[in-house]
T-cell receptor, first 114, second 115 residues
Framework: GESVGLHLPTLSVQEGDNSIINCAYS??????FIWYKQESGKGPQFIID?????DKRQGQRVTVLLNKTVKHLSLQIAATQPGDSAVYFC?????????????FGTGTQLKVEL | DTAVSQTPKYLVTQMGNDKSIKCEQN?????MYWYKQDSKKFLKIMFS???????INETVPNRFSPKSPDKAHLNLHINSLELGDSAVYFC??????????????FGPGTRLLVL
């Protein structure tokens, strides 16, 4: 079956550096992509989203890039802080025909070193 | 105010028992979901209800039965609990799939341990 996957299970960065978390997806029918942050003991928290008709979207300290040609998604976090330490998930939405079903990637653990 | 809330937060029970998990959202959303997160952090959708109607039913044992008394509540009842049911169960909600605003907001999770 089709799936969403991440290249790096664990990413360690120094405080203040930029972080890049990557995600590969395989369902060409997906038209909406979301990044979630999950801190220990908590539920996934929405960070940023992007639709398939865009290739870049910026939020506060975060940027999502979408490359539909190679089916690749990335999350960039600027000036990474200790509070950014968490597991990050990309998720793809197959659209209204799929009932708004989200398929999650396997997650990347981001560790911020002081 | 908690947007999506779940009870209980922790649930420890014996194999073979029947248990329920409750979820409530105060966001005014039409659609609610149940997800299961295993020990490797993999999140997978189980069910989705839109305005009390079941719209997504993944390959889930029929021991799991969702119930939506109204669009602000989605409960999950599990019969004859098995060891493999141990996981964290997350409830989520969103506006309806055709709204153009599909962002799903998650609850804090229910940690189920079957002994």
């Amino acid at each position: 079956g089709e799936s969403v996957g991440l290249h790096l299970p664990t990413l360690s960065v120094q405080e203040g550096d930029n972080s890049i978390i990557n995600c590969a997806y395989s369902n060409s029918a997906s038209d909406y992509f979301i990044w979630y942050k999950q801190e220990s003991g908590k539920g996934p928290q929405f960070i940023i989203d992007i639709r398939s008709n865009m290739d870049k979207r910026q939020g506060q300290r975060v940027t999502v890039l979408l490359n539909k040609t190679v089916k690749h998604l990335s999350l960039q976090i600027a000036a990474t802080q200790p509070g950014d330490s968490a597991v990050y998930f990309c998720a793809e939405n197959e659209g209204t025909g799929g009932g708004n079903k989200l398929t999650f990637g396997t997650g990347t653990q981001l560790k911020v070193e002081l | 105010d908690t947007a999506v809330s779940q009870t209980p937060k922790y649930l420890v029970t014996q194999m073979g028992n029947d248990k329920s998990i409750k979820c409530e959202q105060n966001l005014g959303h039409d659609t609610m979901y149940w997800y299961k997160q295993d020990s490797k952090k993999f999140l997978k959708i189980m069910f989705s209800y839109n305005n009390k109607e079941l719209i997504i039913n993944e390959t889930v044992p029929n021991r799991f039965s969702p119930k939506s008394p109204d669009k602000a509540h989605l409960n999950l009842h599990i019969n004859s609990l098995e060891l493999g049911d141990s996981a964290v169960y997350f409830c989520a909600s969103s506006l309806r799939p055709t709204s153009g605003s599909e962002t799903q907001y998650f609850g804090p999770g229910t940690r189920l341990l079957v002994l």
